[in-house]
């Protein structure tokens, strides 16, 4: 009997060393809080990575913000530049035609001249894009002519047609950029 009490008691204190029971007290087990303890620091340095991310992400968002609304602004101040620029020539035209408009009597000089400044302001404004709209004797089009008014049509086929512009249209690289006010035939 003293064999299986000396038995007994070497397997108890086993039991106590080799616990597999992970609720009950044992010294097998301290292992894994420690493992949970590493996890909860990677899991914590992962998080402190990703805020940090978040904050160089905010921080390059704040700049581009910044940069795109720079450079919007002076988009703005300069977007006429080329324009202007090229009616420059035009301008200094006006000013010769109004000297010579000042120096001589001769009328038909005179209407020769100013018709040389508008060309030129007509192929200056075509050269950036701008294209004037047909319209007179087409189709009414609520999407590019505003009617002012209607007037009898002189015959049955121009009935829903433009008979008269009062204001041209126009088209800035094929976009609409004026409506044409114009008189349409019922």
Do not use: W
Not at 8 to 31: M, V
Not at 96 to 117: M, P, Y
Not at 124 to 133: C, D, P, S, Y
Request: proline fraction near 2%; aromatic fraction near 4%.
């Amino acid at each position: 009997m003293q064999g299986k009490d000396k038995h007994q008691k070497h397997l108890t204190e086993s039991d106590l060393s080799l616990n597999t029971d992970e609720n009950a007290a044992g010294s097998a087990h301290l292992k894994e809080p420690v493992a949970e303890q590493g996890e909860i620091e990677k899991l914590e340095a992962e998080i402190q990575e990703q805020k940090d991310k978040y904050l160089r992400l905010l921080a390059e968002f704040e700049n581009f913000k910044r940069r795109t609304a720079k450079e919007r602004l002076e988009l703005q101040q300069t977007a006429g530049k080329e324009v202007i620029v090229s009616l420059l020539d035009v301008l200094d035209d006006c000013d010769r035609a109004e000297k010579q408009l000042n120096s001589t009597d001769d009328i038909a000089l005179q209407k020769e001249g100013i018709q040389l400044v508008f060309n030129k302001l007509r192929n200056a404004l075509q050269n950036k894009g701008l294209k004037v709209m047909d319209s007179m004797q087409t189709d009414f089009d609520i999407e590019k002519h505003e009617a002012i008014t209607e007037i009898p049509a002189p015959n049955e086929s121009l009935k829903g047609k433009v008979l008269d512009e009062v204001q041209k249209g126009y088209y800035l690289n094929d976009k609409l950029i004026r409506f044409a006010k114009v008189i349409v035939g019922k």
